[in-house]
């Protein structure tokens, strides 16, 4: 993506974690948190992440450090969980 090599590190339901490599170098240049959206077009339902538009506006995170990008991993899980849980709102009465 982006003309960058992107390792799948840790995902689960809700977020994915990935190693980074830079444009010149198979090294790990940063981690990345991605929030996981289900998106549905003329192929049906997929999986995708954030856009560049969308980055850093959403839950996703860049990080330079695998531990701290980890935490991140854990806290954005519980609270993407959390907010699944809440009941839908209705409003009006029948």
Known sequence: MNGLLYTLIK???FVALYAVG???SDRTSHWEVDK?????DKYGERESIATNEQFGR???RCFNNEKTALKYFDELTDRLKLLQEVPEVVTGIE
Not at 36 to 40: A, D, F, P, Q
């Open 11 to 13: 995902r689960n339901d």
């Open 22 to 24: 830079g444009t010149y």
């Open 36 to 40: 996981i959206y289900i998106r549905k």
């Open 58 to 60: 959403d839950l996703s």
